[in-house]
């Protein structure tokens, strides 16, 4: 490789090896070259933990998940329950149900190895290309094209790319192709990632202690802080429901777990009404309820939800017709979703101290 830019790109393992980031999953590069091999379990969870999450975000979900289950089959064994508690606030339950599924068939069907190559990691659940070769490059040193959100700015920085995103990934992930050796993949590819994340940032990126300057089209050109450019996303749809927060005599709580599939699946929340246009459900238990002033506004991916909140308070012979009662020593709030947590912070303040006993249904 020993074009313009492939000779350029021979500093970025050099300012690598001295400017790597230390992070928990990582072995860094001076590791690395006494022989520490990094352990695949934790750079897979990792890297699922990552997507669409932020380091800062993840580091202590990351030390709780090692802490509790510290390799693949500690966590094929966890309750799915447990799992799910756990990774409440990461997003996209899904990525959780996956985690389990994928951490099974490895340390069932695959001896608790997990596979070398791209296609072997494809074939898991949860894993995508991405993740693939992140896992491959990472922990197997194999010259993977790893391609996330920083190194797709890296590359079409480097390469001034003006096709707006998604439009230009074939492009960006040729580029990145380009570039990546042969010896030390993995390092090559963690290099991008901090290269993006510390100095070739969204806004106002540090052009001047950029390792790769020389050979950046896009900084010689002036329109590195343009970079990549993107199509403008459609507005996002608004959806309303509702919730009722029941809390009985002794102090338990009324959840029920959401179906399987779906978002939130699987997880633990309060009754409540399908997210659309759809008629107020009937409620889950006879009480005298009553709805709190504000909504509980939450933003997924593909929509924005505004729920209404009804809350009651019921003796302890009430007997829902959804869900079951948690007692209050196993209620843990943190271990709800987000937007489930969100209505238990806006309806606390609206409890009584005191129990007041249940009337007739009311809306």
């Not at 006494?34 to 352990?39: E, I, K, L, M, N």
């Amino acid at each position: 490789m020993r074009d313009g830019v492939g000779r350029a790109t021979e500093g970025l393992l050099p300012w690598y090896d001295r400017h790597a980031r230390e992070l928990p999953w990582r072995v860094g590069p001076a590791a690395r070259a006494r022989g520490v091999r990094p352990d695949p379990y934790r750079v897979w969870l990792s890297e699922v933990m990552l997507q669409q999450t932020t380091v800062a975000a993840v580091r202590d979900y990351f030390h709780r998940f090692t802490t509790r289950w510290p390799d693949v089959a500690a966590l094929a064994a966890a309750e799915d329950g447990a799992v799910m508690a756990e990774w409440a606030g990461l997003g996209y339950y899904a990525r959780a149900r996956n985690l389990l599924k994928c951490a099974r068939v490895v340390a069932n069907d695959l001896d608790g190895r997990f596979p070398d190559s791209e296609a072997g990691l494809r074939a898991l659940p949860g894993i995508g290309p991405y993740t693939a070769a992140a896992i491959a490059a990472i922990a197997h040193d194999a010259p993977a094209v790893v391609m996330d959100g920083n190194i797709e700015r890296v590359m079409a920085r480097l390469f001034a790319v003006e096709t707006p995103l998604p439009a230009a990934k074939p492009e960006l992930r040729r580029h990145a192709g380009r570039l990546t050796p042969t010896e030390r993949p993995g390092d090559h590819a963690q290099a991008l990632m901090d290269l993006g994340a510390t100095i070739c940032t969204p806004r106002r990126p540090a052009c001047g202690l950029c390792p790769l300057r020389p050979a950046c089209a896009a900084q010689a050109a002036g329109i590195a802080e343009n970079l990549p450019r993107k199509a403008p996303k459609p507005e996002k749809p608004l959806r309303r429901g509702h919730v009722y927060l029941a809390r009985r005599a002794d102090g338990a709580w009324l959840l029920e777990r959401r179906p399987a599939s779906g978002l939130l699946g699987g997880m633990l929340g309060w009754p409540g009404s399908d997210w659309g246009e759809d008629p107020v459900p009937a409620p889950p238990v006879s009480a005298l309820w009553r709805r709190i002033g504000g909504e509980v506004r939450h933003t997924f991916t593909h929509f924005h939800l505004h729920l209404a909140v009804e809350i009651a308070e019921v003796g302890l012979d009430a007997k829902p017709l959804r869900g079951a009662f948690l007692p209050a020593a196993e209620f843990r709030p943190t271990a709800l979703p987000t937007v489930m947590r969100k209505a238990f912070d806006l309806a606390r303040p609206e409890f009584h101290t005191g129990f007041s006993p249940p009337g007739r249904h009311h809306r």
